[in-house]
Every structure is written in structure tokens, then in C-alpha cells.
């Protein structure tokens, strides 16, 4: 065994919470629970259960995704509490201002999310181990016009510079069959821009995030990084996590093979579900199982 394979086999676990349901928002008590234990029983799409070691001795960081972490924030089941064993918190929080709209009708207000920079970065310990996504930016016609989500990205930006943020992440919905079905049935009359179209997104993007010292990212979307000061995102990122853990303990830089080929992210193990249903009823969500109601 090379001495590389003998260092990926005994380095700390980058644990998700995660990318396929919102469990800061929806299902802070299993979060808590499964913390408390240092155990995660983790239910797969066929059904087979994975038992996911959370002790701290096995774990490099936890990376936190919500669009709402009003309930970890008030510590709901000693959830904030119980975190604090662990070496390392990254926070990954979604606002797309669309929040409380047709489009996300469970999502909480703009205002509302952006207010909790102040106590994530607290609790993370350090503005670097914060990121707002900006994600997805959303185009649709309605009352005979275009609408879109495009306009709150001054705002986003504002709030992260404020908070003393360094990164901001975005992409443009991509709207898989799951997606597509659900918003016919809805009613909801998506706009697919062109590749031109959503570059000039990027460039605008791109402006407004160096006018405020911000570093953009594009998740999972290569071609975009072809925009001066847009570089391909990694929402999880090895080498970040290694730069600001306590002690720069090594973490996993290898590509994580369970996501898109186009996704920078590096390997990690997700603690969530999709069998965990996520209450924010986004139109655009790859993830959600059920149709919304009509």
C-alpha cells in the first residue's frame, strides 16, 4: 500500500448534513440525536441502512446546508450544544430571495434568512467557514412578463460582505425531469435561458461580488467559469477545510464520486435522506420526491 492510500484510509471523515434534505430546518432532533450518539443510521434509496461513525476522533468537520438555521440557532434538542465537540463547523446557507414565493413556498423571507449570518459565523468561529449560496438563479414568465430572482443578488452580496464573508456561491436552475414535470403540473411557466444569457448573468454576478471584496463561485456549472472572477465552486472543499481546521488536520482532496461530474466537491459522507421530505416546496428541487399540490 502507497504511503498516500495508507493516509486516505486514516484521515478524518467530512461529514454532510446535508445535501438531500434540510435537516438543520426539518430534522434538527434526528441531527441532535445522532450527534449525541455518535452514530448516524443513514437510510439509502433501496432501503439499506448505512451506520455512519460521528464520534470526534472519526470526525474532520461537519458542513451544515439550510436555507433556514433559525432552529439550530435556538438550539432546538441541544442541537447547537451538542455540535460544539467537534473541531470544525462549515455553514452553507441558501438565499435566493425567493423565499415565502410560489417558488418556495416553505423557504423562510429574505430578510429573514440573511439575518442569521451574524450568529452562524459566531457559531462557526470564523467568517471563512461561512458561505451564502445563491442558488439557483431562476428565470419564469408571469403576468405577461419575465420574472426572476436575479435583482436580490445586491442584497446577498451586501449581507456577506457585512458579515465579513469571503464567498459566495451561485448557479442557474437546472431543471431535471423530476423539475420539468412539476412545474407543468403547477402551472409555473420556466424560462431556460441560452448559454449567452446566463454568461451575461454571470458577468453581472461577477461585478457585483467584486465591488464588495467577494470571491464568486459556479456550482456545477464548468462553462460559466469561463467569466472573468467566476472560478468553479466547491461547496465542499478539502483543501479549504484542511486550511482553516484548528490544528490543519488533513482532509480528503479527492473528487467525491457520488456527484454530478461537473461538482468540485471533495469526498464527504451525507448524513441525510431522501426519505427525510423537505418542507420548502422549491419548484426547481432535483431532490424532492413529491409533487407539490396543484
Given at each position: 500500500m502507497s504511503l498516500d492510500a495508507d493516509c486516505q484510509e486514516t484521515m478524518k471523515t467530512v461529514i454532510s448534513a446535508s445535501r438531500r434534505t434540510d435537516l438543520p430546518a426539518f430534522f434538527p432532533e434526528f441531527l441532535a440525536a445522532s450527534v449525541k450518539a455518535e452514530r448516524a443510521a443513514v437510510k439509502g434509496p433501496r432501503g439499506r441502512v448505512r451506520d455512519v461513525d460521528l464520534s470526534p476522533g472519526a470526525v474532520h468537520t461537519i458542513v451544515l446546508w439550510s436555507k433556514n438555521f433559525s432552529r439550530l440557532l435556538g438550539n432546538e434538542a441541544g442541537l447547537r450544544d451538542a455540535l460544539r465537540k467537534y473541531d470544525q463547523i462549515y455553514a452553507l446557507l441558501t438565499v435566493t430571495g425567493l423565499g415565502g414565493t410560489r417558488v418556495e413556498r416553505g423557504a423562510p423571507r429574505p430578510g429573514e434568512a440573511l439575518a442569521q449570518l451574524p450568529a452562524l459565523v459566531e457559531l462557526a468561529g470564523d467568517p471563512r467557514r461561512v458561505s451564502l449560496r445563491f442558488d439557483p438563479v431562476v428565470f419564469w414568465r408571469e403576468r405577461g412578463g419575465v420574472t426572476t430572482n436575479l435583482d436580490f443578488f445586491g442584497r446577498v452580496a451586501e449581507a456577506a460582505a457585512a458579515a465579513r464573508l469571503t464567498d459566495v456561491r451561485f448557479s442557474l436552475a437546472q431543471w431535471y425531469g423530476k423539475a420539468l414535470r412539476r412545474a407543468w403540473l403547477t402551472?409555473?411557466?420556466?424560462?431556460?435561458?441560452?448559454?449567452?444569457?446566463?454568461?451575461?448573468?454571470?458577468?453581472?454576478?461577477?461585478?457585483?461580488?467584486?465591488?464588495?471584496?467577494?470571491?464568486?463561485?459556479?456550482?456545477?456549472?464548468?462553462?460559466?467559469?469561463?467569466?472573468?472572477?467566476?472560478?468553479?465552486?466547491?461547496?465542499?472543499?478539502?483543501?479549504?477545510?484542511?486550511?482553516?481546521?484548528?490544528?490543519?488536520?488533513?482532509?480528503?482532496?479527492?473528487?467525491?464520486?457520488?456527484?454530478?461530474?461537473?461538482?468540485?466537491?471533495?469526498?464527504?459522507i451525507d448524513i441525510g435522506s431522501y426519505a427525510q421530505p423537505c418542507g420548502h416546496g422549491c419548484v426547481y428541487c432535483y431532490a424532492m420526491r413529491s409533487d407539490p399540490e396543484r
Open positions: 402551472g409555473f411557466d420556466l424560462i431556460d435561458p441560452a448559454e449567452e444569457d446566463k454568461l451575461e448573468v454571470a458577468r453581472r454576478l461577477a461585478g457585483i461580488a467584486a465591488e464588495r471584496g467577494l470571491k464568486l463561485h459556479a456550482c456545477a456549472q464548468g462553462f460559466l467559469a469561463r467569466v472573468p472572477g467566476v472560478a468553479p465552486s466547491a461547496c465542499i472543499d478539502g483543501r479549504l477545510l484542511e486550511a482553516l481546521h484548528p490544528r490543519h488536520e488533513p482532509a480528503s482532496t479527492a473528487k467525491d464520486k457520488g456527484q454530478r461530474r461537473e461538482c468540485g466537491c471533495t469526498a464527504s
